[in-house]
């Protein structure tokens, strides 16, 4: 099993920055498996979209309304980063940290829900006009 926990969301003017961290734990043997890791996000109401996704080879993969604003990155423990940068009033959510273990390497990270099993709780982006 493997536990994932979100931290460095919060409040922040139009124009601002924030980094968000993901800590990954769990059995050694689970983790080492994890080949990708990705940031979700998620306002009331509507679906968990993919922000951002990173494999194993540190190939990385954004959606169209984050690129050159945001960077995914991740550490060799399996702790993944999101530097948001030039943050927008439509960039407020609350931002999931998601992994998986895949059985094959996709040519590009995936951004979909759906390829991953383990998620974090969130944590809480506010972007002020």
């Known amino acids: 099993q493997v536990q994932l926990v979100e931290s460095g969301g919060g409040s922040v003017q139009a124009g601002g920055s924030l980094r968000l961290s993901c800590a990954a734990s769990?059995?050694?043997?689970?983790?080492?498996?994890?080949?990708?890791m990705g940031w979700f996000r998620q306002e009331p109401g509507k679906e968990r979209e993919g922000v951002a996704a990173?494999?194993?080879?540190?190939?990385t993969s954004y959606a169209d309304s984050v690129k050159g604003r945001f960077t995914i990155s991740q550490d060799n423990a399996k702790n993944l980063y999101l530097r948001m940068n030039s943050l927008k009033p439509e960039d407020t959510a609350m931002y999931y940290c998601?992994?998986?273990?895949?059985?094959?390497?996709?040519?590009?990270?995936?951004?979909?829900?759906?390829?991953?099993?383990?998620w974090g709780q969130g944590t809480q982006v506010t972007v002020s006009s």
């Open positions: 990173i494999d194993s080879t540190g190939s």
């Open positions: 998601a992994a998986a273990a895949l059985g094959a390497r996709t040519v590009v990270p995936s951004i979909h829900p759906s390829a991953y099993k383990y």
């Open positions: 769990g059995y050694t043997y689970s983790i080492d498996y994890i080949n990708l």
